[in-house]
């Protein structure tokens, strides 16, 4: 096995802190030969081992930690063991029983770095974005057929982020074979179709699901808003809970039309209360504006503006912006549910930004309660960056 050795003083982070991640200024010198996704001992300045990582040359993110024991064995039973691991951990949530959509493994925070694997129903999606998870591919689907007896397995490995480990995108059924039947879940008593080859991410935004049932207990004769609504989510749940008006904006036609067949799988929902709108958000909300329209609640859950820390100033400025526009719809007492999936937009940063928009929308406004993601997508104490949701219920005077 091939030896990745830091350089001197670099070990604190790497092993002290345990954060999964190596970046290539830390690293000294290779010793060995390893190819993209081999795993490779790391060892601090002074040759004392401190775990195992899978090698990736053409990315600034050099390797990326399997274990933090030195004498830990990466292979076909490291992935059965770890995967079984974090299906059990999900399993043993209340709050998920029942649930026909769910994540499975959520990468770093489960100890498997450049790994997702969501499920919805009998079908697994699994996305692959490292070197080092790309090359146990087998193993983990393997592994993800043993932990939760799954009938077919996707791969959704088409995000853009493969680029920076020299990766090409993939795509198609690992395992089984594709259901004459639409895909589709229950989610806490509405049905949604799942689009795992052409939808979003790995199909659909399963991070939302405690948000979309809390709209729902709120959503009672309210005129509600969803902008960036996608296939539905908040929309159907809202007209679920009761909702006079439920107005949905998208950009997309096609999200739209699915949003649509959404509703029309659900008959017990009140579909003349519904409203969609093919439109650019911004420009919408600004015509609304000049229209005197108002609403009592308002979604805003925009896709990602910042995928780094690179991207954070002009991602601030278009956060702002959207939540101006939110502010400025708003009833007296009304509510806005503001959020970012943006890695390079940190809560506390993202909690600024809006309390800037509030001032410059005039509006005096505060601070009801942190909007997070559901219990399968948990954040690792020791990993703070990511793609993870941030969000504030925030009302109005």
């Known amino acids: 096995m091939a030896q990745l050795i830091l350089m001197p003083g670099k070990e604190r982070a790497a092993f002290k802190h345990r954060h999964p991640w190596l970046f290539a200024g830390s690293v000294g010198r290779l010793e060995g030969r390893a190819r993209p996704g081999d795993t490779v001992e790391v060892l601090a300045d002074n040759l004392r081992p401190l775990g195992r990582a899978a090698y990736s040359p053409q990315s600034q993110i050099r390797a990326r930690f399997w274990t933090f024991d030195p004498d830990e064995s990466i292979d076909d039973a490291f992935f059965k063991r770890r995967i079984a691991q ?21 990468a770093e925070s489960d100890g498997l ?3 997702v694997a969501d499920q919805y129903g009998d079908t697994v999606v699994v996305q692959l974005t490292s070197a080092g998870a790309d090359k146990w591919r087998k193993a983990i689907v393997n592994g993800l057929v043993l932990a939760t007896g799954c009938a077919r397995i996707y791969e ?12 090409e995108p993939t795509v198609g059924w690992l395992h089984g074979e594709p259901s004459d039947e639409g895909l589709a879940i229950d989610e806490n008593g509405v049905k949604l179709a799942v689009d795992v080859v052409g939808g979003h991410k790995t199909g659909f935004y399963l991070d939302q699901r405690d948000n979309r049932a809390w709209l729902r207990s709120v959503a009672a004769d309210k005129d509600i808003l969803n902008c960036f609504c996608y296939t539905g989510g908040f929309s159907l749940q809202a007209l679920a809970g009761g909702a006079r008006s439920v107005l949905s904006i998208d950009s997309s036609g096609p999200a739209l039309a699915q949003a649509r067949a959404n509703l029309a799988l659900n008959p017990q929902l009140p579909a003349e209360r519904a409203e969609w709108l093919e439109a650019d958000v911004f420009a919408a909300l600004r015509e609304f504006r000049r229209d005197g329209r108002t609403f009592d609640l308002i979604v805003l859950d925009p896709p990602k503006f910042a995928p780094s820390a690179a991207h954070a100033d002009r991602a601030a400025r278009a956060y ?15 509510l806005l549910m503001t959020y970012s999936c943006s890695g390079g937009i940190g809560l506390e940063l993202f909690q600024k930004i809006v309390a800037g928009a509030a001032h410059d929308a005039g509006r005096e406004a505060r601070i009801v309660r942190r909007l997070s993601g559901t219990a399968d997508h948990p954040v690792a104490l020791n990993f703070p960056e990511g793609e993870y949701l941030k969000g504030l219920l925030v009302q109005v005077d």
């Open 86 to 106: 974090a299906v059990a951990r999900r399993q043993a949530l209340p709050e998920l029983k029942g649930q026909q959509g769910l994540r499975l493994i959520h």
């Open 113 to 115: 770095p450049g790994i």
């Open 156 to 167: 959704r490995s088409d995000s853009e982020v493969r680029a920076l480990e020299g990766l």
């Open 320 to 334: 702002k912006d959207i939540n101006i526009l939110g502010f400025k719809l708003l009833r007296p007492g009304g």
